[in-house]
Nanobody, 121 residues
Framework: QVQLVESGGGLVQAGGSLRLSCVAS????????MGWYRQAPGNQRELVAQ???????TYGDSVKGRFTISRDNAKNTVYLQMNSLKPEDTASYVC???????????????WGQGTQVTVSS
């Protein structure tokens, strides 16, 4: 089993910043892509950002230039630095990680419980 625990969400004013963290633990041989999705009530889930083991990044169009994703492979941790936050960034942010339990298995995607980010205007 793999567990993902997010932290860093909260309430912030528009224009402010937050940093989310997500730590993966459990039966992990290696991690491939890690990242974040978000979902607001009434909206579809959208990809915020993801990063491969090698450091290649992908961002959703709505966060490009404002959010930065990074990871610490030694700590099995992915971070999301969110700057210039807008009210429309308000959502539950859910971490994911593609993990495998040994060198011969496939990668499977695991999900965190989510952390709430609320941006006030």
């Amino acid at each position: 089993q793999v567990q993902l625990v997010e932290s860093g969400g909260g309430l912030v004013q528009a224009g402010g910043s937050l940093r989310l963290s997500c730590v993966a633990s459990g039966n992990i041989f290696s991690l491939n892509t890690m990242g974040w999705y978000r979902q607001a009530p009434g909206n579809q889930r959208e990809l915020v950002a993801q990063i491969t083991e090698g450091g290649a990044t992908t961002y959703g169009d709505s966060v490009k230039g404002r959010f930065t994703i990074s990871r610490d492979n030694a700590k099995n941790t992915v971070y999301l630095q969110m700057n210039s936050l807008k009210p429309e960034d308000t959502a539950s942010y859910v971490c994911f990680a593609d993990a495998r339990s040994n060198a011969y298995s496939h990668y499977y995607r695991h999900w965190g419980q989510g952390t709430q980010v609320t941006v006030s205007s």
